[in-house]
């Protein structure tokens, strides 16, 4: 599977941003996604996943009640809604696929990577 991200961007704190993640094929469905961040200077961390279906999703808790993971598996898309953005958010924001029904929170475990987009929170 092939990802692409997009809709990063700059914007000020308390505001919101709505990353996608595109996937190629037509299994899309079969894939337990993620969302991983990476601030200036740190290494990427788990921020959001969701299982094959939808039902289930996982965040960290950094992002808990500020951040809304969603799929359609219908458009081969998987959403991060961010809100509440503060400047700790800043970071690049990578998609991420594994084949199956887990939705594991280490980046060691997904093998397939979209190339990131960058969100850049202000004060």
């Known amino acids: 599977v092939q990802l692409q991200a997009s809709g990063g961007g700059l914007v000020q704190a308390g505001g919101s941003l709505r990353l996608s993640c595109a996937a190629s094929g037509r299994t899309f ?10 601030p200036p200077g740190k290494e990427r961390e788990f921020v959001a996943g969701i299982n094959w279906s939808g ?24 959403y991060l809604q961010m809100n509440s953005l503060n400047v700790e958010d800043t970071a690049v924001y990578y998609c991420a696929a594994r084949w199956g029904t887990e939705v594991p929170n280490m980046r060691e475990r997904y093998p ?10 202000s004060s």
Do not use: E, H, P
């Open 29 to 38: 469905s079969g894939y337990g996604m993620g969302w991983f961040r990476q």
């Open 55 to 78: 039902r289930n999703t996982y965040y960290a808790d950094s992002v808990k009640g500020r951040f809304t993971i969603s799929r359609d598996n219908a458009k081969n898309t998987v």
């Open 112 to 121: 397939y990577w979209g190339q990131g987009t960058l969100v850049t929170v």
